[in-house]
T-cell receptor, first 114, second 113 residues
Framework: GENVEQHPSTLSVQEGDSAVIKCTYS??????FPWYKQELGKRPQLIID?????GEKKDQRIAVTLNKTAKHFSLHITETQPEDSAVYFC?????????????FGKGTHLIIQP | DTAVSQTPKYLVTQMGNDKSIKCEQN?????MYWYKQDSKKFLKIMFS???????INETVPNRFSPKSPDKAHLNLHINSLELGDSAVYFC????????????FGSGTRLTVV
């Protein structure tokens, strides 16, 4: 089955700086890669996703890049703000909504230092 | 309107008991899931279910069983609860083949004492 590795497990950045979280996946059939943000005591919420036919996607301060050949994808947050502090999860799926579900990385605790 | 709702939000129970968690979605999705988030925040799929198939993660003990009375509901029954079952359980839903992503419920924190 799919295996998703996520690094780093903790990331501390100064407010206003950029943050980068990296993931690798093992299943070459995976074609959907979402990123979720989870605040303490809350549900995971989708912040951005990318499909295997696209190399990069951007939404305001958040961008995701995908390298299919190397089987890795990354989340980039620019101009970080205190409200960006949370745990971020990458995930991979073969079907982007189908019954195989999502395989998650182990999460990155992002801390924004004021 | 809450898209994916779970009840109860908190559940404290003794070892050996049987309990259920309910999940309902009003998004018209055709596939629902249960995920377990352990104390280290690791999210792992337990089950996925749509009209045609139930996919069970092979690592899930058979004390756990999903029950779907209709397309909008997927409940989780747990028999003979153990201390290690303590976790947060998230329900989620998606529309297969639309690729619109997954929507999570707010979670049920289960504590077994």
């Amino acid at each position: 089955g799919e295996n998703v590795e996520q690094h780093p497990s903790t990331l501390s950045v100064q407010e206003g700086d950029s943050a980068v979280i990296k993931c690798t996946y093992s299943d070459s059939a995976s074609n959907y890669f979402p990123w979720y943000k989870q605040e303490l005591g809350k549900r995971p919420q989708l912040i951005i996703d990318i499909r295997s036919n696209v190399g990069e996607k951007k939404d305001q301060r958040i961008a995701v890049t995908l390298n299919k050949t190397a089987k890795h994808f990354s989340l980039h947050i620019t101009e970080t703000q205190p409200e960006d502090s949370a745990v971020y999860f990458c995930a991979a799926s073969r079907s982007g909504g189908g019954a195989d579900g999502l395989t998650f990385g182990k999460g990155t605790h992002l801390i924004i230092q004021p | 309107d809450t898209a994916v709702s779970q009840t109860p939000k908190y559940l404290v129970t003794q070892m050996g008991n049987d309990k259920s968690i309910k999940c309902e979605q009003n998004l018209g999705h055709d596939t629902m899931y249960w995920y377990k988030q352990d104390s280290k925040k690791f999210l792992k799929i337990m089950f996925s279910y749509n009209n045609k198939e139930l996919i069970i993660n092979e690592t899930v003990p058979n004390r756990f069983s999903p029950k779907s009375p209709d397309k909008a509901h997927l409940n989780l029954h747990i028999n003979s609860l153990e201390l290690g079952d303590s976790a947060v359980y998230f329900c989620a839903s998606s529309q297969a083949h639309r690729g619109s992503g997954y929507t999570f419920g707010s979670g049920t924190r289960l504590t077994v004492v």
